[in-house]
RNA sequence: UCCCCAGUAGCUCAGUCGGUAGAGCGGGUGACUGUUAAUCACCAUGUCCGUGGUUCGAGUCCGCGCUGGGGAGCCA
């Protein structure tokens, strides 16, 4: 096939002039007499491009007119200053050939369609202008995500996708094995027999790479993971999928205060790059999706972000003049309701809760001196409340072991993690950051199953 | 998993007091020398989610189920 220019290079010209090769997909024909305008789109922008189909030009013109929405075309022409408001330039078609017709039952109207629906058609929504801003946002940000560690040193490790570690309470693993169903080998007390199994154990899809991630920070200092993630719980809100993506920084020799850090300069990077290398999308979605997400972003990036002691928030939420479903008080996990007074109201932007009480984290969460919170650290941001959660881990052996002992946990099967406190164990911390949730948060999209390609929730894994 | 709401044409929805189904868009056909979700005219389209019940009669009322959405929980 002729060499194809793409229409966000081939947009980026100053001037008209030039005859160039377009391939993509019919998204409007409009006929009128003897001319006929077509709305070419290829994926590599928001616009299309419009191409000018004349009657005396071109000798196919009639079977042109009858193309479907929808079909695959490859067009040539010179390119020119376009006459009418709407557009720069366009394409004045001298050759043009259907790739791939469209019948006219395709299910992509020329006209605004719900998002549940779109859901349903998830093969065919990408070549809407919502869900193609969304995707080149999500594939610029998974680019940005590595540049940015890139940029400071950071080693990107690749933590097991399997993993046989279930114990860190993050949620419900989704069971990898090869046993037969219906006739799995037992054990005398009539239980599944796992030492049978592929792995000669119990195997699940990870929940997290982070205990892995420590012992790599052991090793490389500073490193992040950035990968897929399965959490088998049955969870119905537009903010949890079976199968997400999560980055997962880690840094040895660095406290809570480091940790933080390194989550507002990332939260800054991200908006910052949004907002530069993501212009024309961004622009659509603060017209089409939220008013004022790029404002919103804007001032995220600008912001101060506030630290503030979880005792303190607490005495905060105490005294709000606000009647929450969830009464508060010291020791209470926050809700969404609290952490949302907290960022939109008490601070008016980005804010980092601190030192969380013991027993409402994790196992691995540093103990603080006072004995009875740890180092954790929540960021919470208007409109949607904690989007990263992070903590300082426990580096001390003795005292990491009492605690596992104290939530029976087993400490047999993670001899591997705790080894790592036993030579060369440096204070280190990290955090852990949905993906969905930062595209989400970065385009105003309310629902993770319109972030991700082809979103897998409980009951759904077409596509 | 719990609570709330919804399910009617390809899509988005209306449907009054229970009386046998409509609009816009999309599609088809035609008109139109430059359109922008083109415009204008004409045409076609239904398992009213399923199931059981109440009723002379159910899209409409009631029970159960399924599916979707929102909220909560869990969390990222």
């Known amino acids: 096939m002729a060499r194809r220019t793409r229409i966000a290079q081939l947009l980026f010209v100053t001037k008209s002039g030039g005859t160039y090769t377009v391939s993509g997909w019919v998204r409007s024909i409009r006929v009128s007499g ?150 799995a080998p037992r054990n005398e007390g009539g239980e599944i027999d796992f030492s049978r199994d592929f792995f000669a154990q119990k195997t699940g899809l990870t929940v997290s790479g982070q205990l892995e991630g ?39 020799f660095a406290d809570l205060a480091d940790d933080a850090d390194l989550a507002e300069e990332f939260v800054r990077f991200m908006c910052l790059f949004a907002l530069e290398a993501c212009g024309e999308e961004m622009a659509f979605f603060d017209q089409h999706i939220e008013k004022g997400v790029m404002e919103r972003v804007h001032s995220v990036a600008e912001a101060e972000f506030v630290r503030m002691d979880y005792t303190e928030a607490i005495r905060h939420l105490e005294k709000a003049p606000v009647a929450f479903q969830y009464p508060v008080h010291w020791g209470l996990d926050l809700q ?64 990491l072991e009492r605690r596992m002992q104290e939530l029976a946990i087993a400490r047999e099967p993670l001899w591997w993690y705790l080894d790592s406190r036993r030579w060369g164990s440096s204070p280190h911390a990290g955090f852990g950051l949905g993906f969905e949730r930062l595209i989400m948060y970065l385009s105003g999209m309310e629902n993770i199953r319109d972030v991700i390609p082809f979103p897998r929730t409980p009951r759904h894994a077409e596509f």
């Open 336 to 399: 969404t309701e609290h952490e949302r007074y907290l960022t939109e109201q008490v601070v008016g932007g980005p804010v980092f809760v601190l030192n969380y009480p013991k027993d409402i984290k994790a196992f691995y969460m540093r103990r603080n001196d006072d004995g009875r919170t740890v180092a954790a650290m929540d960021l919470l941001v208007p409109k949607v409340g904690e989007i990263i959660g992070g903590s300082q881990r426990e580096e001390r052996l003795d005292l």
């Open 34 to 183: 003897d001319v006929a305008f077509i709305v070419l789109n290829d994926g590599s922008n928001l616009s299309g491009i419009q191409l000018v189909l004349e009657r005396s030009r071109l000798p196919e013109f009639e079977t042109l007119c009858r193309i479907g929405t929808g079909a695959a075309l490859q067009a040539g022409g010179e390119l020119t200053d376009s006459p009418a408001a709407g557009q720069r330039f366009e394409l004045r078609v001298t050759d043009v050939s259907v790739v791939g017709d469209a019948a006219p039952d395709y299910p992509l109207q020329k006209k605004r369609h719900s998002f549940e629906y779109l859901r349903s058609i998830a093969h065919l929504r990408p070549r809407t202008n919502t869900f193609g801003a969304v995707f080149r946002l999500r594939s610029r940000l998974a680019q940005a995500i590595h540049r940015f560690f890139g940029e400071r040193d950071f080693l990107y490790v690749h933590t097991p996708i399997i993993t046989a570690s279930d114990c860190e309470g993050a949620g419900e693993l989704f069971r990898v094995t090869t046993l037969p169903p219906n006739s």
């Open 214 to 252: 420590e012992l790599f920070a052991q090793a490389f200092g500073d490193i992040y993971t950035f990968g897929p993630t399965f959490r088998a719980e049955n969870s119905n809100t537009p903010r949890h999928a079976a199968e997400f993506w999560m980055i997962e920084p880690e840094m040895a």
